[in-house]
């Protein structure tokens, strides 16, 4: 059984519903052979290449490796085929598998990301604004048409992309240089 919110595997040991966190599996494979479905599960355990940097509390701990479960693909007396939930299974593991690598690679592009303050909008009617900008380099393909306006600590920039409107803000503290060019 495997619980998505919490992202862990429930897997019975010796009868006792165990849960194992999903970075705890280092990997899951599904083979059939004759009659019979076959779902092993490789847990990360000490001494792996995965798990060198881990420390674990209790050196003298016993740890598994492996877990493998069988299943019989003929239909049982009510139609259906056993087989289905180690499919399911299967796929669900690989899904939260995919969902928190792609949430761990997310949290460590965001650590070198620096918080920023809001944008002060001026208030005042008459906001210094540039027109009909075109935005370098290109969100598109095409080129697309902006307008730039200037408030008190940095710049608002409204494109049109496609059918939806982007919004840019760039506060002047995080500028190291900006270069405007006007075409005649």
């Not at 003298?60 to 492996?66: D, G, I, P, R, V």
Request: positive net charge.
């Amino acid at each position: 059984m495997v619980d998505k919110k919490h992202e862990s595997v429930i897997i019975p040991i010796f009868g006792i519903p165990t849960p194992f966190h999903i970075s705890t599996i280092k990997n899951v494979s599904k083979s059939e052979e004759g009659d019979y479905v076959y779902l092993r599960t490789n847990l990360n355990v000490p001494g792996t290449q995965v798990a060198k940097d881990e420390h674990y509390a209790n050196p003298e701990a016993t740890f598994m490796k492996e877990i493998t479960f069988r299943s019989n693909m003929r239909k049982t007396g009510t139609g259906e085929v056993p087989a289905m939930h180690l499919n399911n299974a299967f796929r669900i593991i690989k899904e939260v598998q995919k969902k928190f690598k792609q949430y761990e690679n997310e949290k460590k592009e965001m650590e070198d990301v620096i918080e920023q303050e809001t944008l002060k909008i001026t208030q005042t009617k008459g906001v210094p604004r540039l027109k009909d900008l075109y935005c370098r380099p290109n969100l598109s393909t095409r080129r697309v048409i902006g307008t730039l306006e200037a408030h008190s600590n940095g710049s608002d920039s409204t494109i049109l992309t496609g059918e939806m409107w982007t919004l840019f803000t760039v506060l002047s503290d995080t500028l190291s240089s900006s270069r405007a060019i006007k075409r005649c």
